[in-house]
């Protein structure tokens, strides 16, 4: 039987290969061909990409003219870069300083955006995670703010991208606003489904033995869903990440996205690949620092060895 590591390397390999065949066999998938030399064409130039079809129509022509043929190599269009030179734009991206003035190091972009990260999360969970236990555990607080949540909750949190710039300014605010917008209602609802699961004999156990009130939820509900209310904070972390380009969209741009905008512009792809690549692997590491955290917090749960 493949081995866990075995199959999570081939879920990364797998797609490398795929990338790789496009972007270095030309059968596969090269509609463009790469000018090496305009010849007589000329509307053509050197470093110029043009369609295959159209090259071939032009060098066609210029043979029935006898004139001079313009030469060139299959290639992707520029915004599929071959992985190498997203590699490299990896290394350059950290090392080179931006050629434009209006540039920023993608080592700054990506810790204005992991602030960002940070405050909207922190800022939802500390209101988010109370609400949730306390809809788990209390029917008349679920009765009051669930289905208000269950309504807010289908709301697109972009839509309130331009009254959060009316009432927080041009800045950070409204970016931290529309990740808490984002991820508060859903958190609320899944926590509190959560402390439902909690098993019912241990509130009984502790009823039984006098426990009630607030020593009830902290001695018993609390401990008793906790394995499972980190492990949702993990999944309520990824989901932070999804509103992180659209909210750093608002206002003034910012962060990695002010980064992938800016190489964008420029067409310079190999490094907005490596912009985008970088979120997902600060994302994984992330996640998966936090699942090995799991296990030395929570030593008995069979659940986070299986998932983790």
């Known amino acids: 039987m493949i081995s866990r590591r075995a199959l999570t390397f081939l879920s990364f390999l797998l797609p490398l290969l795929a990338w790789c065949a496009v972007s270095y066999v030309p059968a596969l998938w090269h509609p463009q061909m790469l000018i090496e030399d305009p010849g007589s064409v000329d509307y053509f130039q050197s470093g110029m990409r043009i369609a295959s079809a159209t090259f071939a129509d032009e060098l066609a022509q210029a043979r029935a003219e006898n004139r001079a043929e313009p ?59 109370p609400l949730g236990i306390l809809c788990g555990t209390s029917r008349l607080v679920a009765g009051l ?49 959560t402390t439902r699961k909690l098993d019912f004999a241990l509130v009984e156990a502790a009823q039984t033995l006098g426990t009630k009130g ?15 209310l980190y492990r949702d904070q993990r999944i309520l972390l990824g989901w932070a990440w999804t509103y992180l380009i659209v ?58 060895e299986r998932t983790a």
């Open 145 to 193: 703010s669930e289905p208000f949540i269950e309504f807010f909750r289908y709301l697109p949190a972009p839509a309130f991208g331009a009254l959060a710039v009316a009432i927080l300014g041009i800045y950070d605010g409204p970016k931290i606003a529309i990740i808490v917008i984002g991820t508060f209602f859903q958190q609320v609802l899944i926590i509190a489904n």
């Open 71 to 129: 030469s060139g190599e299959p290639c992707n269009p520029i915004y599929l870069p071959a992985p190498d030179e997203v590699m490299r734009a990896f290394y350059s991206a950290f090392t080179t300083k931006p050629e434009t003035r209006d540039g920023v190091w993608l080592h700054q972009s990506l810790w204005h955006s992991i602030q960002v990260i940070f405050w909207g999360f922190t800022l939802s969970s500390i209101f988010g995670v």
């Open 247 to 304: 909210a750093e969209l608002i206002g003034t741009t910012t962060g990695i996205t002010w980064f992938i905008t800016q190489q964008a512009r420029y067409q310079h792809f190999p490094n907005v690949f490596a912009a985008i690549f970088i979120i997902g692997i600060i994302g994984v590491g992330t996640d998966q620092m936090l699942a090995l955290l799991g296990r030395r917090l929570f030593p008995w749960d069979r659940t986070t």
């Open 214 to 228: 607030v020593k009830l939820l902290t001695r018993v509900v609390i401990p008793g869903i906790l394995p499972d």
